[in-house]
């Protein structure tokens, strides 16, 4: 069992938690994830790692309450265990790989979504003990549901919001911040790295193609076992089938096939959705 050392909201319906797990603190890197179990019966939830301390032996997720398996974990409280918490699974970030001085002078765009800003955080967080560059977008629907801004301002070099609404930062989308910091600010960039909803890491691939752009995404495709055994996570990639778990999580976006991971991702949605009305309602935030 997986003990809660710390639970709290960030926004609506988007709570974090501080689980020990000093097994994969140790050896947790950026861009891996969890798959995380609430119960014996619990479905199994990928989530992207948010953040480790190899000290106290912590691994801090994020979780949106979309559906009933998020609303059960999001229901334990401090105290509370989880059943599993597996990882770290994935391969970790390319640049976690680079020579040093390969990454030294290299400039990084962070393009984060929504939900999809907490794994963003441990990226441009290890950039920048490693003395890299790094420019953060975060979009979301309105200042309410902005989260990590505090955390981000702390390790990224710039930090651009954009609001759907215009209630914080910019009115727009993250693809209306990339173009202006690329055709109006003289921004140049040798990557760009996109997590979020799988949308907008679609068109956030279509705004950097036009600009001959290397972008990165990470890609949350369902999952069951994580491990390369039964499919259930495959995506097209450059016209091959892969599969997130083992091969991911995160792919070259000029590659992937958007749409039919959008597809893949919708499959299930009828039976989320009866097993929503069927069951717990949940008192989140
Ligand atoms: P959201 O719908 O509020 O979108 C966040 C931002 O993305 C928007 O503010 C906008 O700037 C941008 N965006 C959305 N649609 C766009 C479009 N068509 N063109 C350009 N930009 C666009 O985000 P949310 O409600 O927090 O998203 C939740 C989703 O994110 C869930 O589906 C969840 O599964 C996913 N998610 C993905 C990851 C990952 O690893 N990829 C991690 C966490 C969550
Ligand atoms: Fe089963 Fe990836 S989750 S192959």
Redesign the pocket.
Known sequence: MFKIKEKRYLAEN?CLMRIDAPRVARSAQPGQ?VIVRSDEAGERIP??IADYDREQGTVTI?T?T?GFSTKKICALNEGDALADFAGPLGNPSEFVKMPAEELKGRRYLFVA????T??VYPQVKWLHEHGVEVDVII???NES?LIYTDQMREVASNLYI???DGSAGVK????DVIKDLIDNKGKQYDECVA??????????AL?TKAYSLKTT????ALMVDGTGMCGACRVSVGGKTLFTCVDG?EFDAHQVDFDEAMRR?AMFRNEEHAANEKGHKCNCF
């Open positions: 988007i994830f989530l992207t994020v949106q979309i979504g929504g939900v999809g907490a794994p979009g979301a629907k549901l954009a609001t759907d727009g989308l993250v693809t997590i979020g909803p799988m949308i907008m890491m679609k068109f956030v705004t995404v990470s890609l949350n999580p991702q």
